[in-house]
């Protein structure tokens, strides 16, 4: 599934990200990588925006980008 | 600072010798007698205290800052003194990859890899070493000497982190040390072991071990290049090899014409494609990121103990449900932005009207002792009364740059700027513009600089185009010395929060237009860190606020000083004598005193109309008169092309020069006298929009790429200023 797909407070491992090398290069360069454990902690208001945790570090994305990251659940949030 | 005191010569001597790289301070009486600094670049992700540790290392001596905070955009110079040797220090932008893409980011790469300096110091962030370590793997694969500094290891420890230095040490193969510069923890340390890395004549080769596969492959033609005894500068075979695998430029580029490379490249080949198949992937770059993050995964397990969960992560989760929540998050801004003017105004208002009192006794108590009427008029009307009436606007200004400095350095303005990324990019803005726009409301240079972290060039253009709407400090005084004539003190502030909200709405619009009309195109991706929130130190926000006030003051002792003195000497001369004489045997004919008050009254205006200012104003009149402006509000908006403190300082020459009496009037009160309600607001309403400072034109220049965009931005911003000017006129008057 997207990462954009996930619920809040749910938590992922990503399994893979398109799009272009620069914008690969920019996520590993916050961790985000294949492989990574992702948990997403909320969005903004017109679910335009997500917010997600790696590692220790919040990181906010546009859900366009987010749709081009793909996850598998690991642990359901509350 | 004196360096006869020091008894350690033996530095000097070997300092001395070495004689590389320079310190660009000229007055530094050590580079005269030829001493060479150690430089130090200063390198590390975004919000890890840099500017602080700075602060901290240079502290005990004199210092050179950069008089913008917050955002780094620059590389920024610091030169001082320890243990008798100079260091200079160039703190870079901060940069989450070497090979990122803002602009900002570029800056910190060209330095690192073009520049001549003597180590590297790497500042990391204690309480997130494992994502920090990514740029300290490669900063390592950069061959250079370096020493990291394990930045606000207090905080760390209060979250319960602990972090084994000497592991790490001995993991990376760099000097290590903890270090706050919060609390001074561990300073000295740190400057005793740049000086002690950068005398030593070897420099420390990184440990890093990587992943078996890749490691195989290292040590294949790490192998090679030993059996052929191959020597690259100063480069261990096997840093070559690193260089060589993940496809260092530089290094291709001087290995090109070697005829090793003959035997290489088959080697080479090979090597990738075991790689590509055993990564799943056929780019080199992104292997690297792979291995890097296994690597910095490896390093945090073996160096960090982590009780919990960090607490300030904790909390700033807890701040960021309310800060950030769905509903209040907008609200809670905007509230945050009103408090904002509302105490500029109010707080400010306070020591004003003491500072105001001062200066005009200050005038009259300089003018009697000045003989000549002359003189007197240049020195009390012209330099005491044009910088007087910058001076007075102090205390907003502090308010101003310290609400800020607040928002920059708590991590605030990049939930702002992820709460509003939704609404703005409606408008055909970037998120991240927030950050350049709010630094516009206190001066727009630093705000130009700041568009560098947008990486798409229509991003930025739009956001350059729009930033002048957004109200700089300087221009604050014209709307406090208006809203406060104009208005009863009680909604003053609220007036001026409006002033504010609407440049920044207009701007918006603007934006959207540009980008439907102009820049059309696509988005850039809106990836960004949300840091932690922290409470800033108070020494750094004294020291934003001294660096702001001192530079207020300095440019109203000097530029506002000589534009006074210009503007004094354009509105006294031409005299025209002629004139003069029939007023005077006017004036000497009539008994009664109030004729002769009238008389010279209407003499003094003449001599304004005619003089070199009155000139100028006369000819562009008929351009600002359907605005409701006379020629002296146009002369001040000319000149405020050239800084916007001016406008206050020449409407302040301007009028009191032309008052009948030089009494105690303020400059407030006779404006009130002069101008009505729309000529007013409609003057507000120009001056928030039409041009900015020379200064920041010619940033503007540079930033947006060329002149002429310069000139398409003087015809926008003229053009709207103009239009909306006339509108407000003409709709106050129609219900005043």
């Known amino acids: ?78 | 600072m004196d360096c006869s005191s020091c008894k350690d010569e033996n530095i000097g001597k070997r300092r001395r010798k070495r004689g590389q790289g320079h310190c660009t301070f000229e007055n530094q009486e050590e580079i005269k007698s030829g001493l060479a600094p150690i430089k130090v670049a200063l390198a590390g992700q975004p919000n890890v205290g840099k500017s602080m540790l700075i602060n901290a290392l240079s502290g005990q001596t004199r210092v050179k800052v950069g008089n913008f905070s917050g955002v780094t955009v620059d590389k920024l110079e610091v030169c001082f003194e320890h243990h008798c040797h100079l260091i200079d220090l160039i703190d870079l932008p901060g940069t989450y990859s070497i090979d990122g893409f803002t602009e900002e980011e570029k800056v910190a790469r060209e330095f690192l890899l073009n520049e001549e300096y003597d180590l590297i110091l790497n500042v990391v962030d204690s309480t997130n070493l494992q994502r920090n370590l990514l740029l300290t793997l490669e900063l390592l694969e950069l061959n250079k000497k370096m020493v990291v500094a394990l930045n606000m290891i207090d905080e760390a420890k209060k979250d319960g982190i602990e972090i084994d230095d000497k592991l790490l040490e001995k993991i990376l193969g760099v000097r290590v040390v903890k270090v706050s510069a919060k609390s001074g923890e561990g300073v000295e340390e740190l400057l005793n072991v740049i000086h002690e890395e950068a005398d030593n004549p070897n420099r420390s080769h990184s440990n890093i071990v990587y992943s078996d596969p890749v490691e195989e492959e290292l040590i294949k033609i790490e192998e090679f290049l030993n059996q052929r005894g191959f020597r690259y500068k100063d480069l261990t075979n096997r840093e070559v090899a690193i260089g060589l695998l993940f496809e260092n430029e530089r290094l291709y580029k001087d290995l090109h014409d070697n005829p090793i490379m003959v035997e290489l490249y088959p080697m080479l080949i090979e090597a990738k494609e075991h790689l590509y198949t055993h990564f799943e992937t056929k780019d080199i770059k992104e292997i690297k990121a792979i291995e890097h993050a296994a690597i910095a995964r490896g390093i945090a397990k073996e160096v960090l103990k982590i009780k919990s969960k960090p607490k300030s992560l904790t909390l700033t989760q807890k701040i960021d449900s309310i800060l950030m929540h769905k509903y209040f998050g907008i609200p809670i801004f905007l509230f945050f932005m009103w408090a904002l003017f509302q105490l500029t105004f109010k707080f400010g208002a306070i020591p004003m009207d003491y500072i105001d009192s001062a200066i005009n006794s200050f005038g009259n108590f300089v003018g009697s002792f000045i003989e000549s009427d002359e003189l007197r008029s240049l020195v009390v009307d012209g330099i005491i009364h044009g910088v007087g009436a910058v001076l007075l606007f102090l205390p907003n200004i502090i308010i101003l740059y310290l609400g800020i400095a607040l928002l920059e350095t708590t991590g605030y303005m990049s939930r702002v700027a992820f709460i509003l990324d939704g609404f703005f990019h409606k408008f055909g803005l970037h998120g991240k513009s927030f950050i350049p726009l709010v630094t516009g409301f206190g001066c727009t240079v630093p705000a130009y600089m700041a568009t560098r972290t947008l990486r798409s060039k229509k991003d930025r253009l739009i956001t350059l185009f729009i930033l002048g709407f957004m109200s700089c400090g300087a221009r604050l005084p014209i709307y406090v010395l208006f809203t406060s004539a104009f208005f009863p003190q009680e909604i003053a502030g609220h007036i001026l929060f409006l002033i504010y909200i609407s440049g920044a709405l207009l701007g918006l619009i603007m934006a959207k237009l540009l980008r439907v009309l102009v820049f059309k195109g696509e988005d850039e991706p809106f990836v960004m860190e949300l840091p932690r929130y922290r409470l800033p130190s108070l020494k750094l926000l004294w020291h934003t606020i001294y660096s702001k006030a001192i530079g207020y003051l300095k440019k109203a002792g000097s530029f506002i000083l000589i534009a006074s003195m210009l503007i004094w000497f354009a509105s006294n001369y031409p005299k025209d004598e002629n004139l003069i004489k029939t007023y005077q045997t006017k004036i000497e004919a009539t008994k009664d005193k109030e004729q002769k008050e009238k008389l010279n009254l209407e003499l003094k205006a003449k001599l304004l109309e005619n003089s070199y200012l009155g000139m100028v104003g006369k000819a562009t009149e008929p351009f600002f008169a359907p605005l409701g402006f006379d020629w002296r509000l146009s002369v001040a908006l000319e000149a405020g092309l050239a800084a916007k403190e001016v406008v206050v300082s020449t409407l302040g020459v301007l009028y009191s020069v032309g008052e009948a009496d030089e009494s105690s009037d303020t400059l407030k009160e006779i404006l009130k006298k002069n101008l009505n309600l729309a000529t007013a607001l409609s003057f507000i309403v120009f001056v928030m929009i039409y041009l900015p400072c020379m200064a920041a034109s010619a940033v503007f220049v540079k930033e947006a790429g060329g002149f002429r965009y310069l000139v398409y931005l003087f015809i926008f911003t003229t053009f709207v200023a103009w239009t909306l000017s006339f509108i407000t006129y003409h709709v106050v008057k129609l219900f005043s």
Do not use: P, W, Y
């Not at chain 1, 360069?29 to 948990?39: C, H, P, T, W």
């Not at chain 1, 925006?49 to 749709?67: D, F, K, Q, Y």
């Open chain 1, 1 to 78: 599934m997207k990462l954009s797909e996930l619920k809040k407070g749910q938590r992922a491992i990503v399994k893979d990200i398109h799009g272009s090398k620069e914008m690969k290069q920019r996520l590993a360069s916050f961790g985000l990588i294949k492989g990574a454990e992702v948990e997403l902690i909320d969005c903004s208001l017109t679910k335009s925006n997500i917010e997600i945790m790696v590692g220790t570090t919040l990181l906010a994305l546009r859900r366009e980008e987010a749709n081009n990251i793909e996850v598998e659940v690991i642990e359901d949030g509350l």
